[in-house]
């Protein structure tokens, strides 16, 4: 069956220092992968797209990889701040379906 | 502009009660969809709509209906509500499909007693 795995362990940094986030999967051939950022009590907002022929995205201090071949994909934010503090959600699309990871919260300590 | 707006924000239902929770969009989106979301799982497509008198099955439909008579509401029914359908509810659309970003409400919080 489908799988999304995002790193199971919560994530504590020193502000100023890169988070890397981890998004594997299994059983999916996805032709675009998301992620978005979710605060406690609100809906996800999304953060960046990366289609399957693109190896790397950025978008201001944030950094995304898709290799199709490890079928992972990594998130990066680079010189955290506490404002960073939120959960993570990876998402792989096909077929007009949008399937989920369980996300990673991340804690930036100041 | 609203959004993406859900009505309500809280809700607690008896086993049984059937009821309806609102999605509307204002920005001429054709795609819509329902996901919940359950501590330590990832949220789950329940139903989506790839426009108006379109819908289809995503990967828990079972105990919720949907319809979608025009192009800004998408409503989800939960037919005899079940305490397994306890969970937090988020209606996300976007403009065509999921090759590109999707926007969410702030969701509904459902307790089914």
């Given amino acids: ?110 | 502009n609203a959004g993406v707006t859900q009505t309500p924000k809280f809700q607690v239902l008896k086993t049984g009660q059937s009821m309806t929770l609102q999605c509307a969009q204002d920005m001429n989106h054709e795609y819509m969809s329902w996901y919940r979301q359950d501590p330590g799982m990832g949220l789950r497509l329940i139903h989506y709509s790839v426009g108006a008198g379109i819908t289809d099955q995503g990967e828990v439909p079972n105990g919720y209906n949907v319809s979608r008579s025009t192009t800004e509401d998408f409503p989800l029914r939960l037919l005899s509500a079940a305490p397994s359908q306890t969970s937090v509810y988020f209606c996300a659309s976007s403009y065509r499909g999921v090759d590109e970003k999707l926007f969410f409400g702030s969701g509904t919080q459902l307790s089914v007693l």
């Fill in chain 1, 1 to 110: 069956s489908q799988k999304i795995e995002q790193n199971s362990e919560a994530l504590n940094i020193q502000e100023g220092k890169t988070a890397t986030l981890t998004c594997n999967y299994t059983n999916y051939s996805p032709a675009y992968l998301q992620w978005y950022r979710q605060d406690p009590g609100r809906g996800p907002v999304f953060l960046l797209l990366i289609r399957e022929n693109e190896k790397e995205k950025r978008k201001e201090r944030l950094k995304v990889t898709f290799d199709t071949t490890l079928k992972q994909s990594l998130f990066h934010i680079t010189a955290s701040q506490p404002a960073d503090s939120a959960t993570y959600l990876c998402a792989l699309g096909g077929d007009y379906k949008l399937s989920f990871g369980a996300g990673t919260t991340v804690t930036v300590r100041a």
